[in-house]
Structure formats: C-alpha cells, structure tokens
C-alpha cells in the first residue's frame, strides 16, 4: 500500500486499495465491490445511500463512507467508469478467451 493509499483510508476507513485485472483500485472493506460498482447501484436509486444500503444489505455507516469516498476522490471513479463503459464483445472475447458464446 502506498502512503497516498494509506492515507486515504485512514480517512475513509470503509475503502481498502487492491491490485485488479485493471490496476490498482478502491475497493469496499468487508466485500468484494470496487467503489465504482457501488456507485453503479446508488446511481440506480438516486445516490441516495439509505436505499442502496438497503439493496446491498449493508450497514448505512459503510455506504455513506464510501460515497464521501467518492465525492472526494471523483477522477479515479470516472476513471474506472470510463474503463468499464469501454468494454465491448471483442474485449470480452480477449479477457476470456475460453468462454463459451
């Protein structure tokens, strides 16, 4: 972890830092979502945290953390929203070779 990264979650202690297939994200501590996805579902309720919490069934402490996360840290989510909108069928074929279509 790097001291950006470790100061970042000593201020949002719900975010944790990963290697992935696409670099190093924040992720939510405790799950298996990178902070993009679950903008991806509050974006679906409005941003409002009560009801994506709800929808997660995580507490709303940890979804209203990882919201001030990202409203904090906007470009490194439009970064990797950006990365998710550009997958298409030929990239997916690439990332999975031995899938089945």
Do not use: C, K
């Not at 993009?36 to 579902?41: G, Q």
């Amino acid at each position: 972890m790097s001291i950006e990264e470790a100061l970042r979650h000593e201020e949002f202690p719900e975010i944790d830092f990963r290697d992935s297939s696409r670099g190093r994200q924040a992720y939510v501590v405790g799950s298996s979502m990178a902070v993009w996805e679950v903008l991806m579902v509050a974006e679906t309720y409005a941003l409002d945290a009560r009801t994506t919490a709800e929808h997660l069934e995580w507490p709303l402490r940890r979804v209203e953390g990882v919201m001030a996360y990202i409203r904090a840290h906007p470009e490194d989510i439009t970064a990797a929203l950006a990365e998710n909108d550009a997958v298409n069928e030929e990239e997916l074929r690439r990332r999975l070779p031995n899938a089945r279509w």
